[in-house]
């Protein structure tokens, strides 16, 4: 309580954070200046460390969200491919190829291709 009054003028001015504490104040609204976003830096702020090269743990970028973006789209290009063999074969009475038979897409790609007059996506 004291210390509300020794803090700084301007954070003074702040509106509170509200969040729903736990320990000593058991349930009672926070009463910490909020940040920008509402809530302060105790309750609303990003978890884990800097992106990319900056952070410690960062190798050789492999897994970074470019990098899963990048995968991503190959993996879908792929599925595609594969849904488009597997549609093709069955329209000429063909089974898909074993490796990518049992694959969700491809059963749905056949199924889709299977029902007559309905657009394939
Ligand atoms: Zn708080």
Do not use: W
């Amino acid at each position: 309580m004291a210390n509300l009054k020794a803090e700084p003028a301007q954070l003074a001015q702040a509106k509170r954070c509200g969040a729903k504490t736990r320990g000593a104040r058991l349930g009672r609204p926070c009463r910490a200046p909020a940040m920008p976003n509402g809530k302060c830096r105790m309750h609303g702020g990003r978890a884990g460390g800097p992106f990319g090269a900056r952070n410690g743990a960062y190798r050789h970028g492999r897994y970074t969200r470019e990098a899963k973006e990048v995968s991503a789209f190959f993996r879908e290009m792929a599925h595609d491919g594969e849904a488009m063999v597997a549609r093709v074969m069955h329209k000429h009475g063909l089974k898909p190829p074993r490796a990518i038979r049992r694959r969700r897409h491809v059963k749905q790609a056949i199924e889709a291709a299977a029902k007559p007059k309905e657009t394939v996506k």
